[in-house]
């Protein structure tokens, strides 16, 4: 039989004492607030505590609902898991992701749209001319004939384009209180219906301006879209100074063709997330926030609450269309989700256009909601109250097959 001796009896209730000294005096300093261990775990639980709340921001609580089950599974696919601590547990996962790298996807995208700056878009063929009325005044005669080799917008379809001129350089002198200098003359062109080489053949002659804008004045040619569900986008611009026709007298009645250059105007950002489900062939979309450049702020009294519309286009025709809630901070807290069935459009090209609006409310009342809106009657068309307007191109498609089942979130600028 194993007997110990007195030395290793000793020893065994040393490290006996030892082990409940140890365990009562980790008892104490976790409950004594004077200790440092205590202090240091409050310390480190209040700073999870506040990097929890910051990620809250961005967990959308109506992603738990029947409609965006399947938007779940950005990441992993959890096929078969109804467990709600899953589904939580995945979601913060996603918006952790988010917030630390939102400072990230703003630069990629802002430094890959900016590459595209400056492409040919087509050329114009006009004629310019001017004739002197008097010692001191002189008329424009412009002749916009054609535009050839236009691209077709990114949803497939032909564009029905016009052209604006504007005159820059006439000097604003103040006469009177009432009476002032037009800074600048503008004329359009009526719009060509879906057409890639528009024919025009339209005359327009200028108010009798000072021989000086020969020295000054530029011609400005931009080309728009006339669009029917959005805003018109400029397709392209071009620019001509009227020193040319001073240096080339004899040259005025012949017909010049310019290069049409891409406009690189941004009228503000969205910031939209993608995920598209190749087993139910559906696309969600979570529409997160938008901002206005400062050009474009829009100032006035009325109160304006902004939405933004979402059209599903297949080769140039509109299938489906939805919109957003009202919101006056063009922040959506709860990350609006829409969905798109694409089960009988598979074998097509879809393409995706997001339009921010806005309409005037009534200050009497609250923001209202898409069923049940509460505007005031404004003057002006309907596509005044469009800001801007993104398509989403091959190349997100692309990027969206090729990451099934991931939410793709990027900022894009509005035109």
Not at 126 to 142: A, C, K
Not at 188 to 208: G, H, I, M, W, Y
Not at 326 to 341: A, G, Y
Not at 350 to 360: E, G, N, R, T
Request: charged share 20%; proline share 4%.
């Amino acid at each position: 039989m194993f007997k110990l001796n007195e030395d290793e009896k000793v020893f065994i209730v040393i490290i006996a004492s030892s082990l409940f000294l140890l365990s009562l005096i980790i008892t104490i300093c976790l409950v004594t607030p004077v200790c440092w261990l205590n202090k240091w775990l409050i310390k480190n639980n209040s700073k999870k505590q506040k990097d929890d709340d910051m990620i809250s921001q961005y967990i959308p609580n109506q992603l738990l609902t029947h409609e965006s089950k399947h938007f779940q599974l950005s990441i992993v696919p959890n096929y078969g898991v109804n467990s709600q601590e899953s589904v939580a547990k995945h979601i913060t996962k996603v918006s952790h992701d988010f917030f630390v790298n939102q400072t990230t996807i703003r630069k990629q995208s802002i430094g890959s749209e900016s590459e595209s700056i400056k492409q040919k878009t087509g050329v114009i063929k006009f004629g310019i001319r001017y004739e002197i009325t008097s010692t001191t005044s002189l008329r424009l005669i412009i002749n916009i004939i054609e535009i050839c080799e236009l691209q077709p917008r990114e949803y497939l379809a032909d564009p029905s384009c016009y052209v604006s001129i504007i005159l820059i350089g006439l000097k604003a002198r103040r006469r009177s209180l009432i009476h002032r200098a037009t800074p600048s003359v503008l004329y359009r062109t009526a719009s060509a219906k879906r057409c890639l080489n528009p024919v025009f053949n339209e005359l327009f002659v200028s108010q009798d301006l000072p021989k000086s804008i020969l020295n000054n004045g530029i011609i400005k040619l931009k080309i728009f879209d006339d669009e029917r569900y959005a805003n018109d986008v400029c397709l392209g611009q071009t620019s001509l100074q009227l020193k040319q026709l001073l240096a080339n007298p004899l040259d005025n009645n012949m017909t010049r063709e310019l290069t049409l250059l891409s406009c690189k105007e941004s009228k503000g950002e969205i910031l939209v997330g993608l995920c598209y489900l190749p087993t139910a062939k559906r696309l969600t979309i979570a529409v997160m926030k938008a901002t206005l450049s400062h050009a474009h702020q829009i100032h006035t009294s009325a109160i304006l609450c902004y939405y933004i519309r979402v059209l599903l286009f297949i080769n140039g025709k509109l299938i489906k269309k939805k919109k957003t809630s009202f919101t006056q901070k063009m922040i959506w807290s709860d990350n609006e989700i829409m969905t798109f069935d694409l089960m009988s459009l598979e074998s097509q090209q879809p393409a995706i256009m997001f339009v921010l609006s806005y309409k005037q409310e009534s200050s009497q009342s609250s923001p209202s909601s898409p069923e049940t809106p509460v505007s005031i009657e404004t003057n002006g068309s309907h596509k005044d109250r469009h800001i801007g307007q993104f398509v989403v191109g091959n190349g997100l498609w692309q990027q969206m097959r090729q990451q099934p089942r991931e939410q793709i979130v990027k900022w894009h600028k509005l035109c």
